[in-house]
């Protein structure tokens, strides 16, 4: 994938995550289809029984992940020991749209001097700049499907883009 086909891609896969930001009904900003079970197992070891997040906690977790991925650009490393600090706000629509634009920006100001040809080492295994745009895509995907449960569970439509791109 070139540079310009992934900063298209990202506008796309940005405006459906905000997209879907802006319609969940506040009375479900907090829903989850199964409440998640302290298991005692460490986040890298939960299992499908542990539960689900809510639908904030879910955005922080994609915020954060950005937060993760763009300095990668530059850096040529990914680097997960920070993953908790790049939000540290609250859990409210605003501030969550808010950081999400924020990691948009960084992302699209990090494309600007990418190195695509240099590797970007993620956790010990070389991902060439293709893969990285596929991995960081695939990520958000994963929950843009979890997302669509979320609102057929909790009875509400997805937003309009969804629905006219993918018929969810």
């Given at each position: 994938?070139?540079?310009?086909?992934?900063?298209?891609?990202?506008q796309?896969?940005?405006?459906?995550?905000?997209?879907?930001?802006r319609?969940?009904?506040?009375?479900?900003?907090?829903?989850?289809p199964?409440?998640?079970?302290?298991?005692?197992?460490?986040?890298?070891?939960?299992?499908?029984?542990?539960?689900?997040?809510?639908?904030?906690?879910?955005?922080?977790?994609?915020?954060?992940?950005?937060?993760?991925?763009?300095?990668?650009?530059?850096?040529?490393k990914?680097?997960?020991?920070?993953?908790?600090q790049?939000?540290?706000?609250?859990?409210?629509?605003?501030?969550l749209?808010?950081?999400?634009?924020?990691?948009?920006?960084?992302?699209?100001?990090?494309?600007?001097?990418v190195?695509?040809?240099?590797?970007?080492?993620?956790?010990?295994?070389?991902?060439?700049?293709?893969?990285?745009?596929?991995e960081?895509?695939?990520?958000?995907?994963?929950?843009?499907?979890q997302?669509?449960?979320?609102?057929?569970?909790?009875?509400?439509?997805?937003?309009?883009?969804?629905?006219?791109?993918?018929?969810?």
């Amino acid at each position: 994938m070139s540079i310009n086909d992934f900063v298209r891609y990202s506008q796309v896969l940005y405006a459906l995550t905000a997209d879907f930001v802006r319609a969940v009904p506040e009375d479900k900003w907090n829903f989850t289809p199964a409440p998640p079970v302290k298991s005692g197992r460490p986040p890298a070891l939960h299992r499908i029984g542990d539960g689900f997040a809510p639908f904030c906690k879910q955005l922080r977790h994609v915020v954060c992940a950005r937060g993760i991925y763009n300095p990668a650009l530059a850096t040529g490393k990914v680097d997960w020991t920070r993953k908790h600090q790049h939000y540290v706000g609250p859990l409210t629509r605003e501030a969550l749209l808010a950081a999400l634009d924020d990691k948009q920006r960084d992302l699209l100001a990090a494309l600007e001097i990418v190195d695509s040809v240099a590797p970007i080492d993620w956790q010990g295994t070389p991902f060439s700049f293709a893969q990285f745009t596929w991995e960081f895509v695939q990520h958000e995907a994963i929950h843009h499907g979890q997302w669509s449960v979320y609102a057929s569970l909790a009875g509400f439509d997805t937003p309009l883009s969804w629905r006219t791109s993918w018929g969810l």
